[in-house]
């Protein structure tokens, strides 16, 4: 479980026990299912990260819901759902080139609308050979977007990198030479699933 669950664990866990102490017992339950719901949302698994050096592994969790052309890119749309892990990963490894946050609406994420209108993180990693740029966005439920890194670290594929709270798209843009092995529909799990290849 990631520490950002505590911000939202504690005030349950407090409710319930005030309910607890000051009214009928049966008051408690919303707020330990509430809070039980949060700690399993929060879930940060271990992963087999494959050590393939052409691969490219997924930065979410989640179903991809389309691959399409983006000017000279690729774009592979990652939508996460409710009940998907939202702890986000390096897709390959390289030093954070760039963060740049973008204010927004909060448009449904599986929207196409969203990747260019929804508030978001873009990320670009690059290595002395490779540039890979994808956005963490927020959606109609996601409304914070956390960063762990930060723009000069230095992260290994599979490195966790940040969470997207509640809900959320990922959008990963793939370059010439780096082509996808995945489908519209596929399930894909974070740091584990290999998504594209490098040429």
Known sequence: MVKDAWYFLIP????AALCYFAGPAWSVFPFLAA????????????????????????PADGKVIQICKDG??????????VFDVHVNRAPIEGRIESQEYRKGQFLLAFDERASVENEQ???????EERRLRFSLIAGLVARRIVAWKKK?????????????????RVDLYLPAGCKPVVKPGD?????????????
């Open 12 to 15: 349950l866990l407090a409710l």
């Open 35 to 58: 809070a039980l719901f949060v700690a399993w949302f929060f879930r940060n698994p271990q992963r087999t990260i494959p050590q393939d050096p052409s691969a490219v592994v997924s």
């Open 72 to 81: 000279q890119d690729q774009r592979l749309s990652i939508f996460l759902s």
């Open 121 to 127: 993180l873009a990320v670009t990693i690059a290595d």
């Open 152 to 168: 000069g670290d230095r992260v290994a594929k599979g490195d966790r990198i940040g969470l997207i709270r509640f809900g959320s």
């Open 187 to 199: 399930r894909v799990r974070g740091g584990a699933s290999v998504i594209a290849r490098w040429e």
